[in-house]
């Protein structure tokens, strides 16, 4: 049984790894605006990331929202 579950956790993260190479490849590679719906998850999930994030506790001001849109999650203000 348990050499079973183990089996089926790699057959899904080999199944992941493909899933993720091939979005790459039809997303960088072809020409032709092709929409992969594993791209499209994740960009709709980040879009909701930064679509929520002006309602949270460290978007007080213009400067934080810009500081959480570059990835610096950082509240506060840094010394000038």
Same mark, same amino acid.
């Given at each position: ?14 199944? =992941?790894?493909? %899933? @993720? ?10 020409? *032709?605006?092709? &929409? ?12 909701? =990331?930064?679509? %929520? @994030? ?10 934080? *929202?810009?500081? &959480? ?12």
């Amino acid at each position: 049984m348990r050499v079973a579950v183990h089996a089926a956790w790699f057959a899904g993260g080999v199944v =992941l790894v493909l %899933v @993720a190479l091939d979005s790459a490849l039809k997303t960088f590679v072809l020409p *032709r605006g092709i &929409v992969v719906p594993y791209a499209r998850f994740v960009v709709v999930c980040v879009r909701r =990331l930064f679509t %929520v @994030a002006p309602y949270a506790p460290w978007s007080s001001d213009r400067s934080s *929202r810009f500081r &959480v849109a570059a990835l610096g999650l950082r509240s506060r203000r840094s010394p000038a």
